[in-house]
C-alpha cells in the first residue's frame, strides 16, 4: 500500500506562483511513476505533468514552461512548481502514483484556486 498527501493549494493571483507537495509513505519502493493531475469544476481530469523513478519528465502543453515536477528522494516527496499562474489553472490538484503490479494510488487533492 501507498499513501500520498498532497499540500500546498491555496489562492493566489494570476501571475503569481504556487508549490504543491506529494508526500508519500507505505511501499514507496514499488512506484514507478508519480503524476499531477488536476480537475476544474465542469471538467474531466487531466494529467498536469509527471516524473519516473528515473528522473524523467512529461508535461501537459497548457503548462511547459510555466510547471516544474521535480522530486526529493530524501523526503519521499513529488513537487509541482507552478508559476505565472493563469485563473484557467484553478482546479483541484491530486497526485497519483503507479506501483508495480498495476497498482494505481491517489491522493485526496488540493485545490488551487487563482483568481483577483
Known amino acids: 500500500q501507498v499513501q500520498l498527501v498532497e499540500s500546498g493549494g491555496g489562492l493566489v493571483q494570476p501571475g503569481g506562483s504556487l508549490r504543491l507537495s506529494c508526500a508519500a509513505s507505505?511501499?514507496?519502493?514499488?512506484?514507478?511513476?508519480v503524476g499531477w493531475y488536476r480537475r476544474a469544476p465542469g471538467k474531466q481530469r487531466e494529467l498536469v505533468a509527471t516524473?519516473?523513478?528515473?528522473?524523467?519528465?512529461n508535461y501537459a502543453d497548457s503548462v511547459k514552461g510555466r510547471f516544474t515536477i521535480s522530486r526529493d528522494n530524501t523526503k519521499n516527496t513529488v513537487y509541482l512548481q507552478m508559476n505565472s499562474l493563469k485563473p484557467e489553472d484553478t482546479a483541484v490538484y491530486s497526485c497519483?502514483?503507479?506501483?508495480?503490479?498495476?497498482?494505481?494510488?491517489w491522493g485526496k487533492g488540493t485545490l488551487v484556486t487563482v483568481s483577483s
Open positions: 497519483n502514483a503507479k506501483a508495480r503490479g498495476d497498482l494505481n494510488y
Open positions: 516524473i519516473t523513478s528515473g528522473g524523467s519528465t
Open positions: 507505505g511501499s514507496i519502493f514499488s512506484i514507478y511513476v
